[in-house]
């Protein structure tokens, strides 16, 4: 597709319960990066997987959050056991390595997950 | 550690009157700053960057930034406003080197009036 998208774009659920979220990088990009935006607050990172490399978990605040990428191709992330402080937005975001000092980050609509 | 502080959750503008939004980072390596800007159910978008080339940086839409290391700021301006202009500002900074994890601001929403 022309950009990075996410599904669902919303999901409700229960405190509890298990989610899953998916993102769809641009085709070509290896770096796939996870960032969570809760209400008023700017983005935090979450997790950064480049190519096969092993991903960069240091953002992921506990340990029930988990993310999987199988190669370049689209990434899920999964909160298991999901808690009230868990809603917000989690953004998807894909950048190419190729080509300069720095590559932009192009980022997915969000997925707005409220967990009642 | 890399931070980004953004004054103002909201600035208010009339439509033609110059745009000014603030941004002052710290960090323990020389930077990369950024400004992204968000519409409404819309993704973040790249208005501009700072790689420590020029340090008047100019971006989409008529926006620029410029990097004042002794002030450690990096304000995003737009000499005239547009309705369309209205949106969520971030600010971000990362390191230059390895791996580019983006640290953001709290975002500043601007306004503009008619």
């Known amino acids: 597709g022309a950009g990075v998208s996410q599904s669902p774009s919303n999901k409700v659920t229960e405190k509890g319960k298990d989610v899953e979220l998916r993102c769809d990088p641009i085709?070509?990009?290896?770096?796939l990066y996870w960032y969570r935006q809760r209400l008023g607050q700017g983005l935090e990172f979450l997790i950064y997987?480049?190519?096969?490399?092993?991903?960069?978990k240091s953002g992921l605040p506990s340990d029930r959050f988990s993310a999987e990428r199988t190669g370049e191709s689209v990434s899920t992330l999964t909160i298991q056991r999901t808690q009230q402080e868990d809603s917000a937005v989690y953004l998807c975001?894909?950048?190419?390595?190729?080509?300069?000092?720095?590559?932009?980050?192009?980022f997915g609509p969000g997925t707005r997950l409220t967990v009642l | 550690a890399q931070s980004v502080t953004q004054l103002g959750s909201h600035v208010s503008v009339s439509e033609g009157a110059l745009v000014l939004l603030r941004c002052n980072y710290s960090s323990s390596v020389p930077p990369y700053l950024f400004w992204y800007v968000q519409y409404p159910n819309q993704g973040l978008q790249l208005l501009l960057k700072?790689?420590?080339?020029?340090?008047l940086v100019k971006g989409i839409n008529g926006f620029e930034a410029e990097f004042k290391k002794s002030e450690t700021s990096f304000h995003l301006t737009k000499p005239s406003a547009h309705m369309s202009d209205a949106a969520e500002y971030f600010c971000a900074v990362s390191k230059n080197t390895g791996f580019q994890k983006l640290v953001f601001g709290t975002g500043t929403r601007l306004l503009v009036s008619p």
């Open positions: 997987f480049q190519g096969n490399s092993a991903p960069d």
């Open positions: 975001a894909s950048s190419t390595t190729a080509g300069g000092p720095i590559n932009e980050q192009f």
């Open positions: 085709s070509g990009h290896t770096a």
């Open positions: 700072y790689t420590s080339a020029a340090t």
